[in-house]
């Protein structure tokens, strides 16, 4: 089906695959930041990160059609539950091994996303959902079909990596979370608190799972498993960005968000989960560091 | 009453005991240095005392009060400042936030009087608030870590291996600096493996070997120690 | 007889997954390395044996084109030498990743091979079952079919057992063990560790492999939705439950999760959730996973073996 | 949307009703040793998750009135509900289990694991008649122990096929959910459709857990089809009909039978899914009067595969009647004979009882199909093409069994 057919060569310039990318990008590059921030802090590879996500974006969706309320007041509603509930996963599990590898946390995670993914699956069921509102033919701007749902992920997307952006360079608060992922220990002996630290750190990634998740249920559905199918692509973001580098993974995010879109242009629709597979690869194998960003390990 | 008082202090990692009983002490705006082998412990007795590593048995005073099971973050709030060797600054700060963060304990209000006086006598950090770290060169790191040290003004600097991979001119800037805070009335505690540069600086020489200290004496003491010259100088 | 074939089908899944616990315990249990790959090794080892034993198919959605009819043990031999091969391949790339990454490279490469297996018809059916898989001499064996393979499974289960166990014991266990605990030092003593890796995993996706085969000429019929990562995990759940660095912690550990679905399945079906079971199980396991880990970091019966290990290693 | 919490919150307490009936059941011991039990072998979690309920509650609606009008003498029939969690490994242990407990039939699974239990169904000489599959991998392999209450996919792709030939359409896009149903069902459209002359421009398979299907459509509509033929179950049609609608794609699409369903319509929105069309076997003879036992039971209209369950639960009895004993051997050799003709048509299990009684032969007349079992233990019926108009899906053709079997079995493939 690939080739070069001259077709092919065109779409690779439609800029609708660039815009379809720029919004699967979005998504990414938010709940790659996200999780960069906790891993940058917490040091271990948290599986159960994608049902965060998940979890954000049932919660957002029950508020949302379970019981009529705005879909921005869902929205903040699911933010809010995932970070509180990043923090209560962590006071519960985590804060237990803290002092184990970071093998064994990696681990513990998969008991983590085994309970929350399928906790997911009693409590709302298997089937797919989505929030309420109509689905309409999207406008056209200069040949491009631009949705109202996604200009809105853009411009949340935007406000959310700038506001995460002011606060890591802004704030003290911010600041110390960027030198404790640095180096914990330097941190410490500075006088940071790293344990209290690191429960900001759980209710902003929280946080910022639960808005991707919702943002990623916004675009396609809400699933029990749509955060655990989205993991790929986002570790590769994080990946590809150097772990721990926020502004590396937002870069990373969208590389691969529009990456994956334009792949269907040369490759078949079939190999599309491939894109994010092989990115995560080669980025580990290359590059441990990243390639948009600086080493931290 | 001695600034820091180390008795007979064990420790280690994990399964792995380092330091087999070990004493030691500063006096108020003294610089000692410690010396030995590699191996002896020199690094994991300034990990103890700054709280990174627990000492299994023995104590660590410092100004008349118990700091023995102190953690690292509390340590600072006593008085002391650690530079340790390796990642002593925050490589993706710029200069100013590592200055920040060299400052947490203090008052948002009194951090620009003080980073005043770290660019006074760090003039080469003044020029580059906004620089990464990691991307200056080995001297001005070096300068950077001793300079977040000092943000806290503290009583007692302990430095780990402070002329560690630094070309020679640069170790002189160094110690040059070193020397100012000693003076300036900042006792300092230093590791060096560059043992006869450090005893020459040094008030005081501690000789530490298989985690336990064997020689103490003044700097010139032990230069003139025969014994010390032939088994830990490379005479 | 019925309930005899229950039991003897609960237990040849035991036996298939034991030998994948058995496998991922050479990787994680001797040797430290984050394999998340093996239901891809298990994957490659069913597919190849199904692929050279049966012959290509006929009808509207056979899209196979490949197919042969060699004799099953050719095919069971070339799945797990093929694995094995695949296993050597992933760890050249990426043995060297601190144990994490090494996690994730692995995920992302059995990923790779499922979305293979899944999209190439012409030699694998994609999608469709791969269908009318033969079971070795299948109406020739003097004893009840599903005997006489879960006695072939167990004697293989068995083989193994011995077999890793005692390389665990050997020489080359032992450098496998040093290289769990803290790699520098079978390095200082010249030891080409990576090449010890390779080995590890080479053997382990080996015996993965050697489980596919005996799976798929078991079940009739193979589908790519059966090697999910899902798989992986619950095998990992296994091992670590069963106790990570002893083989027959990993086989109590595949009985133990193959029972609980099992055991579930007596529940009858109109208690409230029942229909929720299999989302319940995982729950449990996923519970299970956490507090193993927190109150008996070393497994159900890993905490002796390793401290036999380190007698004898220390008796050297 | 939001009826979805409502609709679950029902499941559940129905869920608890049946339980609480099922514990009184079992203390009464004497009645235990009479009961005739069948298995029942169905998706309830994994990918196909969503269609066991639908089977459950049809099963259910039969099991009622079986054991209300006494099969074999008054003997209770009671099912023994294994889930195959969509996966062939589940499903065998679930085969398997349901052997052990000695059931004497298995109303069965879908096309994912049914490749898996044939062998064993014939090993076991157990009937296993499956309510969902319609792959053609199982066209021929039955007629002894393994039938289908449902359709082959060969027979319900050439529905579609037909209808695009009718409408003159000259060219069409293929695109499935990638899986084994879909894909299976999806390769008999296009079989056929080509058979009749027409050009398929090109076959999009549609990743099951995808974010969007901009893409694809985008590359669909490159293709410039007079018409698409979209197969796929209801998680991966939503999003497509979501994202073919936003993009605003007018080409006629044509659906799969898993969505042909109100509850669709009502989830995507009456407007969205405004002159899309379907389809699904037509109704079966006992359609309307299964239809509205079954809204009385269990409060809903009946969903995909609620009808060939509901019919294959009354096969099963009735073949037990037939034979005059409750035996696999009993069951296997009278499933024929209860289903086609020559017989007097029943639509109910107690109408069935009587005639037997009367010493009549039989011939069931179903919900979902006549339920005329071939030599293959495949039915055949008739299709109906749907549309949507004003938010229902309104029939706007129908192909007769015959129509549909009539130039035989492979049609002969013609390039393109």
Redo the contacts between chains.
């Keep these: 089906m690939a080739g070069f057919d001259p077709q092919f060569v065109m779409a690779a310039f439609d800029p609708q695959f660039l815009w379809n990318g720029l919004v699967v990008g979005s998504i990414i590059a938010v709940a790659a930041l996200g999780l960069t921030l906790i891993f940058g802090i917490l040091n271990f590879i948290n599986i159960a990160y994608g049902d965060y996500m998940a979890v954000g974006a049932y919660f957002a969706f029950a508020a949302n059609t379970q019981y009529d309320l705005p879909i921005v007041v869902a929205a903040l509603i699911g933010m809010v539950v995932m970070a509180v509930g990043a923090l209560v996963v962590d006071k519960l599990v985590f804060e237990r091994f803290r002092s184990r590898s970071a093998i064994v946390l990696l681990v513990v995670s998969i008991g983590v996303a085994f309970v929350l993914r399928n906790l997911i699956r009693i409590v709302w069921g298997t089937g797919s959902r989505r929030f309420s509102g109509p689905i309409e033919a999207a406008p056209q701007f200069f040949g491009i079909r631009v949705l109202p749902d996604q200009v809105a992920i853009v411009v949340i997307s935007v406000a959310i990596l700038g506001g995460t952006y002011l606060l890591l360079r802004r704030t003290r608060i911010g600041i110390a979370m960027r030198a404790a992922s640095d180096d914990t220990d330097l941190a410490r002996i500075r006088g940071i608190d790293t344990e209290r630290l690191v429960t900001y750190v759980w209710l902003v990634g929280g946080a910022i799972a639960g808005i991707a998740g919702i943002l990623l249920g916004l675009d396609a559905q809400i699933r029990p498993n749509m955060g655990f199918t989205a993991l790929i692509p986002i570790f590769a973001a994080v990946i590809l960005g150097g772990i721990g580098d926020p502004i590396g993974a937002v870069a990373g995010g969208y590389a691969i968000g529009i990456t994956q879109e334009l792949s269907v242009v040369v490759i078949p629709t079939e190999y599309k989960p491939a894109i994010g597979l092989l990115l995560l690869i080669i980025g580990l194998l290359s590059k441990p560091e990243g390639i948009f960003g600086e080493a931290t390990r | 009453m001695s600034l820091l008082e180390v008795s007979n202090v064990e420790s280690g990692y994990g399964d792995v005991l380092v330091l087999h009983g070990v004493d030691l002490t500063v006096e108020d705006g003294e610089m000692v240095s410690v010396i030995g082998p590699n191996g002896a412990g020199k690094s994991t007795l300034l990990k103890t005392v700054a709280g990174l590593l627990e000492a299994r048995t023995g104590t660590v005073e410092f100004a008349g009060e118990d700091i023995t099971d102190t953690p690292a973050e509390e340590i600072i709030y006593h008085g002391i400042c650690y530079v340790p060797q390796t990642t002593n600054i925050f490589g993706n700060l710029t200069v100013i936030e590592n200055l920040k963060m060299g400052a947490w304990a203090l008052e948002d209000a009194a951090f620009e009087d003080r980073v005043e006086r770290v660019y006074e006598r760090f003039p080469v950090l003044e020029d580059r608030p906004n620089q990464r770290a990691e991307t200056m060169s080995g001297g001005q790191q070096q300068m950077l870590a001793m300079g977040a040290a000092l943000m806290l003004d503290p009583d007692l600097l302990i430095l780990d291996e402070p002329s560690a991979g630094l070309a020679p001119r640069l170790i002189d800037d160094v110690f040059e600096k070193i020397r100012d805070i000693n003076d300036s009335g900042t006792a300092v505690l230093m590791v060096e493996q560059n043992a006869r540069r450090a005893l020459r600086e040094a008030d005081r020489g501690v000789v530490l070997e298989l985690g336990q200290d064997r020689f103490e004496g003044t700097g010139e003491e032990l230069l003139d120690s025969e014994e010390i010259a032939e088994l830990y100088l490379g005479s | 007889m019925?309930?005899?074939?229950?039991?003897l089908?609960?237990a040849t899944?035991m036996g298939v997954y034991s030998l994948l616990a058995i496998g991922l315990n050479m990787h994680w249990g001797d040797t430290?390395l984050?394999n998340f790959a093996h239901a891809a090794f298990f994957a490659i080892g069913a597919y190849t044996s199904a692929i050279l034993t049966t012959p290509p198919e006929t009808?509207?959605?056979a899209n196979r084109t490949v197919g042969a009819s060699y004799p099953i043990f050719v095919g069971l031999l070339a799945g797990a030498t093929l694995a094995a091969a695949a296993g050597v391949l992933i760890a050249v790339?990426?043995v060297r990743?601190?144990?994490?990454?090494l996690?994730?490279?692995t995920?992302?490469?059995a990923?790779?091979i499922r979305?293979v297996i899944?999209?190439e018809g012409w030699l694998t059916s994609?999608?469709?079952?791969l269908?009318g898989i033969e079971r070795p001499l299948e109406g020739s064996v003097p004893i009840r079919y599903d005997l006489f393979y879960f006695l072939l499974v167990l004697g293989v289960v068995a083989g193994s057992y011995l077999l890793f166990r005692r390389l665990a014991g050997s020489p080359f266990g032992r450098v496998l063990h040093a290289v769990r605990e803290d790699e520098e030092v079978p390095l200082a003593l010249g030891k080409d560790t990576t090449w010890f890796k390779l080995k590890s995993f080479g053997l382990g996706a080996a015996i993965a492999g050697l489980a596919g085969g005996l799976w798929a000429h078991y079940?009739?019929?193979?589908?790519p939705?059966?090697f999910l990562p899902s798989l992986t995990?619950t095998i990992?759940?296994a091992v670590?439950i069963g106790g990570a660095g002893s083989y027959l912690g990993a086989i109590v550990g595949t009985a133990f999760i193959v029972g609980i679905?099992?055991v579930t399945?007596?529940v009858?079906?109109?208690?409230?959730?029942?229909?929720?079971?299999?989302?319940?199980r995982?729950?449990v396991?996923?519970?299970?996973?956490?507090a193993v880990?927190?109150y008996r970091?070393y497994g159900l019966l890993g905490d002796e073996e390793r401290m036999l290990a380190g007698s004898e290693e220390g008796a050297d | 949307m939001s009826r979805n919490g409502t609709a679950l919150r029902r499941r559940r307490f129905l869920r608890l009703a049946g339980g609480a009936s099922a514990v009184g059941l079992a203390g009464v011991g004497s009645a235990r040793q009479n009961n005739i039990v069948l298995g029942h072998l169905a998706p309830f979690s994994g990918g196909l998750g969503w269609i066991g309920p639908n089977a459950r509650k049809g099963v259910g609606l039969a099991l009622s009135e079986v054991n209300e009008a006494g099969l074999l003498d008054g003997r209770q029939v009671t099912i023994n509900r294994q889930d195959t969690e969509t996966n062939p490994q589940a499903a065998l242990s679930g085969f398997q289990t349901l052997d052990s407990q000695g059931v004497v039939a298995i109303i069965g699974p879908s096309s994912t694991v049914m490749p898996n239990l044939v062998q064993p169904a014939q090993d076991a000489q157990l009937p296993l008649v499956s309510t969902m599959a319609g792959t053609l991998q199982l066209d021929d392999v039955g007629g002894e122990y393994i039938w289908r209450t449902v359709p082959s996919d060969s027979i319900g792709g050439r529905a579609q096929g037909a209808y695009a030939t009718d409408q003159g359409w000259e060219t069409m896009a293929l695109t499935f959910k990638n899986d084994k149903g879909s894909q299976s069902f999806s390769a008999a459209v296009g079989e056929f459709f080509q058979s009749q002359g027409g050009q398929i421009t090109g076959q999009t398979p549609l990743a099951p857990n995808a974010d969007s299907y901009r893409s694809e459509i985008n590359t669909i509509r490159n293709q410039n089809p007079d018409v698409i033929s979209m197969t796929a179950a209801t998680e991966v049609t939503s999003l497509f009909v979501q994202n073919f609608r936003e993009l605003g794609v007018e080409i006629p699409l044509m659906l799969s039978n898993d969505v042909i369903t109100p509850d669709f319509i009502e989830q995507m929105g009456a407007d969205t899914m405004d002159g899309m069309l379907g389809q699904a076997p037509a109704p079966g003879p006992a359609f309307d009067n299964f239809a509205s036992k079954y809204q009385e039971m269990h409060g809903e209209q009946p969903g995909t595969f609620s009808g060939s369950s509901y019919d294959a639960m009354n096969l099963i009895a009735l073949a037990m009647e037939r034979a005059g004993e409750a035996s696999r051997q009993a069951i296997a050799q009278n499933l024929r004979s209860v289903g086609a003709p020559p017989g007097q048509k029943v639509t109910t299990f107690a109408e069935g009882k009587q005639a037997l009684a009367n010493g009549s032969e039989i011939d069931y007349q179903g919900a979902a199909n006549p339920q005329n079992f071939d030599e293959n233990g495949n039915v055949v019926g008739p299709f109906s093409v749907v549309r949507v108009e004003n938010g229902e899906w309104t029939e706007v053709e129908t192909f007769s069994a015959s129509e549909l079997t009539q130039d035989g079995g492979g049609a002969t493939t013609t390039t393109s």
């Design positions: 019925a309930v005899g074939d229950l039991a089908l609960v899944i430290g984050l009808g509207l959605l790339t990426s990743l601190e144990g994490d990454y996690a994730m490279v995920l992302s490469f990923e790779l979305l899944h999209n994609g999608a469709q079952s269908k079940v009739y019929a193979i589908t939705n059966m995990f990992w759940a670590i679905r099992q399945r007596f009858p079906s109109d208690v409230p959730f029942a229909s929720d079971l299999p989302y319940i995982l729950v396991i996923g519970v299970l996973l956490i880990l927190y970091p």
